[in-house]
């Protein structure tokens, strides 16, 4: 029963309700140790036009498919949650702006070279987006990075 309160039954990743009451103990534990701890946002951009071209059968494959991703991308003690509809936030206490920013880049590339079943066309997540915030005292905050240096969606 305690895994249906904290858990997405489609992605099988934490839900948000975990995620508020996790961002909340992380960020408790970096202020009181002086550690960092770093976020990274997820949006997959027109995933309204996914499931408006290949069915939402399609569209919930390509959120298990990213959200199976994310985690096997990260830290056993990384959060990996369902922010809410196509959108996902990684917690990664402890991770200084740069580890994050190369965890985020290995991810974008993994995402965009992986096949994505029943599609008729190349892979729509190609150009990504991702939003990197990190409690990092020596580091820029806020930075995004993407494949092409502008604002390219996931």
Request: glycine letters at 6%.
């Amino acid at each position: 029963m305690t895994d249906l309160a904290i858990y997405d039954k489609l992605t099988n990743v934490h839900n948000r309700r975990y995620f508020d009451e996790k961002i909340r103990i992380e960020t408790q534990k970096s202020f009181s140790s002086h550690t960092p701890i770093s976020l990274i946002m997820v949006d997959i951009d027109f995933f309204k036009k996914v499931n408006d071209t290949y069915g939402h059968h399609a569209g919930d494959s390509v959120l298990s498919k990213i959200a199976s991703l994310l985690k096997s991308s990260v830290r056993k003690d990384d959060t990996v949650a369902r922010y809410g509809g196509e959108e996902f936030v990684l917690i990664l206490p402890g991770a200084k702006l740069e580890v994050t920013s190369i965890i985020a880049e290995r991810i974008r590339r993994l995402v965009e070279t992986t096949p994505f079943e029943n599609r008729r066309r190349p892979n729509p997540y190609h150009h990504q987006h991702w939003d990197i915030q990190s409690s990092d005292p020596s580091s820029e905050v806020g930075r995004g990075i993407s494949k092409d240096g502008g604002s390219s969606p996931l």
